[in-house]
């Protein structure tokens, strides 16, 4: 049974500082792993997505890695901004056919104080 | 072009009482998949639903149950509430076979049993 670990699982940081979360998954026969955000009581808002032959992904500040062989992703944030705020979630789909559902994390609470 | 869409937002539910929740795919996907994430928690996978068939589902019990109709919109209706029913409700979409943008999830439905 695939199960996905985040730590750590609150950070607060200064406004400008690099930062980086950690996604780690059981089983490493994976089809892709996505990054999310949810910002409080809302709904999951698609950051990154890394197929399982991808070794990295980069949209605009954020720089996701990916190393099946051990079970681990790293989401990268530079240079961080208040708005940056929200709790982070990694989810892992297994190797499979058809659409197979997601496994989360229980995220990481991210503070940028400014 | 509209992404994936839930009503009602919100919901307040006295224990025993049964609840539906509603839930529009984006447009070009026919595949929808319910969650749910207790407080603090990662999403959990409830069923998914293609051709108007539930065709996976996640560790819960009978007393959740599906619908999805020709128009791929679905529904998510849970009996006998408890309390720990309370949480928010996401539903994904996606289109079956490759689909390299991954999963789009509304915006939820927080549903509170008292």
């Known amino acids: 049974k695939q199960e996905v670990t985040q730590i750590p699982a609150a950070l607060s940081v200064p406004e400008g500082e690099n930062l980086v979360l950690n996604c780690s998954f059981t089983d490493s026969a994976i089809y892709n792993l996505q990054w999310f955000r949810q910002d409080p009581g809302k709904g999951l808002t698609s950051l990154l997505l890394i197929q399982s032959s991808q070794r990295e992904q980069t949209s605009g500040r954020l720089n996701a890695s990916l190393d099946k062989s051990s079970g681990r992703s790293t989401l990268y944030i530079a240079a961080s901004q208040p708005g940056d705020s929200a709790t982070y979630l990694c989810?892992?789909?297994?190797?499979?056919?058809?659409?197979?559902?997601?496994?989360f994390g229980k995220g990481t609470r991210l503070s940028v104080i400014a | 072009d509209a992404g994936v869409t839930q009503s009602p937002t919100h919901l307040i539910k006295t224990r025993g009482q049964q609840v539906t929740l509603r839930c529009s795919p984006k447009s070009g996907h026919d595949t929808v998949s319910w969650y749910q994430q207790a407080l603090g928690q990662g999403p959990q996978f409830i069923f998914q639903?293609?051709?108007?068939?539930?065709?996976q589902r996640g560790n819960f019990p009978d007393r959740f149950s599906g619908h999805q109709f020709p128009n791929y919109s679905s529904e998510l209706n849970v009996n006998a509430l408890l309390l720990g029913d309370s949480a928010l409700y996401l539903c994904a979409s996606s289109p079956r076979g490759w689909y390299p943008d991954g999963y789009t999830f509304g915006s939820g439905t927080r549903l509170t049993v008292v």
């Open positions: 639903y293609y051709e108007e068939e539930e065709r």
């Open positions: 989810a892992v789909r297994s190797t499979d056919s058809g659409n197979t559902p997601l496994v």
